[in-house]
């Protein structure tokens, strides 16, 4: 069964840090598209950052300098180092993966039929 369970959403001063993880199990994450999903109250999911072996890595331009995803295979984990935060970056975040994906499509929420439950990032200024 494919679980995801997100960690490390705290609330934090802008200007702060943060590092969310995504324990994955139940498929083979190494050859997944993984991504960071957001939904602050009241807007649009929004694909943060992708990552996926073949295709590399996308992020939205928003964060881009600020967010690094990355993963580790052999535990099993997705990471979102997030800098430099700022209240914008308040919502919930989500970790997706699905078994396949397309280069351009990869932060695209309809692409991803695996979800965790979220955790949420509060930034305040």
């Known amino acids: 069964q494919v679980q995801l369970v997100e960690s490390g959403g705290d609330s934090v001063q802008a200007g702060g840090s943060l590092r969310l993880s995504c324990a994955a199990s139940?498929?083979?994450?190494?050859?997944?598209?993984m991504a960071w999903f957001r939904q602050g109250a009241g807007k649009e999911r929004e694909g943060v950052a992708a990552i996926q072996s073949a295709y590399g890595i996308d992020y939205i331009d928003s964060v881009k300098g600020r967010f690094t995803i990355s993963k580790d295979n052999a535990k099993n984990i997705l990471y979102l180092q997030m800098n430099s935060l700022k209240p914008e970056d308040t919502a919930m975040y989500y970790c997706?993966?699905?078994?396949?994906?397309?280069?351009?499509?990869?932060?695209?929420?309809?692409?991803?039929?695996?979800w965790g439950q979220g955790t949420q990032v509060t930034v305040s200024s």
């Open positions: 997706a993966a699905d078994p396949s994906c397309t280069l351009r499509t990869m932060r695209r929420a309809y692409e991803y039929n695996y």
């Open positions: 139940g498929f083979a994450f190494s050859g997944y598209c």
